[in-house]
């Protein structure tokens, strides 16, 4: 059970993917139209870079997690998939690590990816009383 709902939480943060793209491109409309507030509207499209990175590491975690869950015994496949990781240069080294841990290991992933399209779209929101105080 804990391995198919934390696929379906990184799922759900997965819709915030549109969030960012839609400040990403408002920003670099922004900044093609000539708006004030450069900085700010850059700032928010260069951290596009890490968020597409944040979400490319969620998504494959709620594959390996829906994976997980569709197994009967999800602790002895943790070894299997740690190899295959290990294999495709995904982790360099893996520690035998319980489920729960791994657990703990999406939420610090999905507090960041949070906080990175919060940041976005605050820099965004920023830019546009900027430019409305001008």
Do not use: H, W
């Not at 969030?19 to 509207?41: F, I, K, P, Q």
């Not at 890490?50 to 070894?79: G, H, N």
């Amino acid at each position: 059970m804990l391995a198919s709902t934390t696929a379906a939480l990184l799922r759900a943060v997965l819709g915030l993917r549109p969030a960012s793209l839609v400040a990403t491109a408002t920003s670099l409309l922004g900044l093609y139209l000539g708006a004030a507030a450069t900085a700010l509207l850059l700032a928010c499209v260069l951290l596009l870079l890490p968020v597409l990175y944040l979400m490319l590491r969620i998504e494959l975690d709620a594959r390996l997690f829906e994976q997980l869950a569709a197994q009967t015994s999800p602790s002895e496949t943790l070894e299997p998939m740690d190899r295959a990781l290990q294999a495709l240069g995904l982790v360099s080294n893996p520690v035998a690590r319980p489920l729960e841990a791994r657990v703990q290991g999406t939420r610090r992933l999905i507090m960041r990816a949070l906080v990175a399209v919060g940041l976005q779209l605050a820099l965004l929101c920023a830019a546009a009383v900027a430019m409305a105080l001008n």
